[in-house]
């Protein structure tokens, strides 16, 4: 487990699929996300897949009274970057929750698998994450029909988000 002020992150379980299917399939919440089927089978085993592989990380972000508010994913690990994704999280989640979060999936990404950028993409509709990103130091690098192609050092993120967390 990763502890924050705010959050805690842990390695999915099994349990957890019920809670990744209600964001996933949450309409407005999946919008801007590939189409996940409402099946729990099918969400149980891709979790249980995932438990065999040592390629890329699946979190649940707790509250700290661990009660499930989020999912995050680090993937695509290569030599120097990795890519994040499946930034989901609760309605009610606070912005300190939310920002902690994603300091923390990030902060494991720079400084556990010893990193120095990463790379991601986001929907071009989706433009309050697209704005987050982009206060946070991401840079677009490129784009497809439907995403814009981000990238941000650790050196920019980490400038960016002590506007945000203090003490780091």
């Known amino acids: 487990m990763i502890s924050g002020e705010y ?6 379980e099994i349990e957890d699929a019920e809670f990744i299917l209600s964001l996933r399939c949450d309409e ?3 919008k801007y996300l590939h189409k996940t089927e409402n099946n729990i089978e099918k969400q149980q085993n891709y979790i249980k897949k995932y438990k065999t592989l040592d390629s890329e990380y699946f979190f649940i972000i ?3 009274k661990h009660e499930a508010i989020g999912t ?3 993937y695509d690990i290569q030599k120097d970057s990795f890519c994040i994704g499946s930034w989901l999280m609760v309605n009610d989640a606070d912005t300190n929750e939310v920002i902690e979060g994603d300091y923390l999936v990030r902060k494991f990404g720079f400084d ?8 991601f ?5 989706n433009k309050k994450v697209i704005r987050y990103h982009k206060m946070m130091g991401a840079k677009v690098v490129g784009e497809t029909d439907l995403d814009y192609l981000f990238e941000c050092t650790k050196e920019d993120y980490l400038n960016n988000i002590r506007k945000y967390i203090g003490g780091i």
Do not use: F, Q, W
């Open 7 to 12: 959050v805690n992150l842990r390695d999915v």
């Open 28 to 30: 407005k919440k999946g």
């Open 62 to 64: 707790e509250n700290k």
């Open 72 to 74: 995050y994913r680090i």
């Open 112 to 119: 556990t698998l010893k990193t120095d950028k990463l790379h």
């Open 121 to 125: 993409d986001v929907r071009k509709e």
